[in-house]
C-alpha cells in the first residue's frame, strides 16, 4: 500500500506543480487596457440644457442659468455648487407669468427686469409677487421709471453688492439700497462695471468714460442722461486708434484697477494714479483676445489663435510668460455611441469663474464645459460626465 502510494504522489507531482506555476504566471500577468477601467478625469463636466443661456451667475450655494429673453421656455434653472443637482427656480413661461428679460445677483439676491414691471427684487417662490424696486413706467422726463423699450441684455454689481448696473438702452446704474437710479448711460455696449462708491466706468470708442455717483438723479430727463461731472480717459496712445470690440472688462477691487483686453493688448487702468498702462502685449500683433477670466490665481483667456488658442497666466500680476494649449480635451462624449468621440473645446463663446475656482466654458447657446486643472470643485453629481436637464413634457 505504501509503494503504491509513493506511486501515485511521484505521478501528480509535476501536475501539481505545473498547476502552481500557471496559476503564478496569470496572477503575475501584466495588466492591458482591454480589462482596465479608464480612470474618470475629474477635471471637466459637461451640462447640456435645452434652451438657449443668456445670464449665468451665482450665491453662496447655487450658480444659476437664466434662458433667454427671446425664448419660449424662459426658465431659471439652479445647478447645486456642493451636490451638482440641477433644479427649476422658474419654471418654463406660460400665459400667466411674465418673461424674465435679464437678471443677476449680488451675492445673496437675484434681481430680474420683469417685462412690463421692471427691476424686481426676486422672493425666491413667484416673479408675480416679488418686490418691485424700479417700476416700468412712461417715457417722461419728470420720473424715475424704467422705459418700456429698454430691454436689459445682462445685470452686474459692485463688488459689495450695493448698486446694480443693467446693461440695456439706456444702462440704468441703481441703488439697491436708496432705491434711486443713480446714472442712466448711453452707448454702453462694449463694456462697463460699477465700483463700491457706485461710480461707473463704461467703454466706447477708444477710450474710457467715467459716471461719477451724485447720490442719485435730478428727475430731469436732460440731467439723468447729460454729461455733467464725467471724465473721459483715452488710451489711445496706447492702442492707436482703434474702434472695435472689447472684451471682458474687469474691476479688480483688491488692486483698485480695471483690466481692458483691446485687440491684441491687456490694458490695465488704476484708479489710484487714474492712468493707463500696458499689462501684456502678444509679440503678434495678428492675434488677439477673444473673450477673458480673471480671479486672484489665475488669468484664462480665449484669443483667435487657431494654433493655440489659450492663455492662462499664474495671477493678476500677468508676471512671466503665460502658459498656451491647443485644446481641451474633456474625454466626455455626449451620448453612448461607441463610434462617437469625446468632446474637444478649442472655440469658446463667454466664460463664468464662479468662486470654488471652476470655469464654465460657454461653447453653444446650450452647452457648458466646466473645467478646472486642479480638479472640479464641488458638483460631485457631474465631474467627468455629460449631465442633460431639460424641461418636462407636459401631459
Not at 6 to 17: F, K, S, Y
Not at 302 to 308: G, I, L, R, V
Request: proline share 5%.
Amino acid at each position: 500500500m505504501r509503494k503504491l502510494t509513493l506511486i501515485i504522489i511521484i505521478v501528480l507531482l509535476p501536475t501539481m506543480m505545473w498547476a502552481q506555476v500557471r496559476r503564478s504566471t496569470t496572477a503575475s500577468k501584466p495588466v492591458t487596457s482591454k480589462n482596465v477601467v479608464k480612470k474618470m478625469n475629474n477635471n471637466y463636466s459637461i451640462v447640456l440644457f435645452d434652451e438657449v443661456m443668456q445670464n449665468v451667475y451665482e450665491d453662496a450655494t447655487n450658480i444659476y442659468f437664466q434662458g433667454s429673453q427671446y425664448s419660449e421656455q424662459n426658465t431659471l434653472r439652479a445647478i447645486d455648487k456642493q451636490t451638482g443637482a440641477i433644479r427649476f427656480v422658474v419654471p418654463k413661461k406660460k400665459r400667466v407669468r411674465t418673461r424674465i428679460i435679464c437678471s443677476g445677483c449680488d451675492g445673496k439676491n437675484i434681481y430680474m427686469q420683469l417685462e412690463g414691471k421692471g427691476i424686481v427684487l426676486f422672493n425666491g417662490t413667484d416673479v408675480n409677487t416679488s418686490e418691485v424696486f424700479l417700476s416700468e413706467g412712461p417715457i417722461d422726463p419728470h420720473t424715475y421709471y424704467l422705459w418700456p423699450a429698454n430691454r436689459g441684455e445682462a445685470m452686474s454689481f459692485s463688488p459689495n453688492g450695493r448698486f446694480l448696473a443693467m446693461r440695456g438702452d439706456p444702462c440704468v446704474v441703481f441703488d439697491t439700497q436708496t432705491k434711486k437710479v443713480v446714472r442712466m448711460v448711453w452707448r454702453t455696449d462694449c463694456g462697463l462695471v460699477v465700483a463700491d462708491d457706485g461710480c461707473f466706468y463704461a467703454i466706447r470708442e477708444n477710450a474710457m468714460w467715467k459716471y461719477p455717483n451724485n447720490g442719485g438723479v435730478h428727475p430731469d430727463l436732460s440731467n439723468k442722461l447729460n454729461d455733467k461731472g464725467i471724465e473721459r480717459f483715452s488710451f489711445e496712445k496706447l492702442t492707436g486708434s482703434f474702434y472695435g470690440e472689447y472684451h471682458g472688462m474687469y474691476y479688480d477691487s483688491a488692486n483698485n484697477a480695471i483690466y481692458l483686453p483691446v485687440r491684441n493688448q491687456l490694458l490695465k487702468f488704476s484708479l489710484d494714479s487714474q492712468e493707463w498702462s500696458e499689462a501684456y502685449a502678444f509679440s503678434n500683433e495678428d492675434r488677439s483676445f477673444t473673450c477673458i477670466n480673471y480671479a486672484p490665481s489665475r488669468v484664462f483667456a480665449h484669443t483667435n489663435d487657431y494654433s493655440k488658442p489659450f492663455y492662462v497666466w499664474g495671477g493678476m500680476d500677468l508676471a512671466g510668460q503665460p502658459q498656451t494649449f491647443d485644446k481641451l480635451n474633456t474625454g466626455i462624449k455626449l451620448g453612448q455611441s461607441p463610434y462617437e468621440s469625446p468632446v474637444e473645446v478649442s472655440l469658446v463663446q463667454s466664460m463664468y469663474g464662479d468662486s470654488q475656482g471652476n470655469l464654465w466654458l460657454q461653447v453653444s447657446d446650450m452647452q457648458f464645459v466646466v473645467y478646472n486643472p486642479n480638479g472640479i470643485k464641488g458638483y460631485t453629481a457631474m465631474i467627468g460626465k455629460c449631465t442633460r436637464h431639460e424641461i418636462p413634457q407636459e401631459e
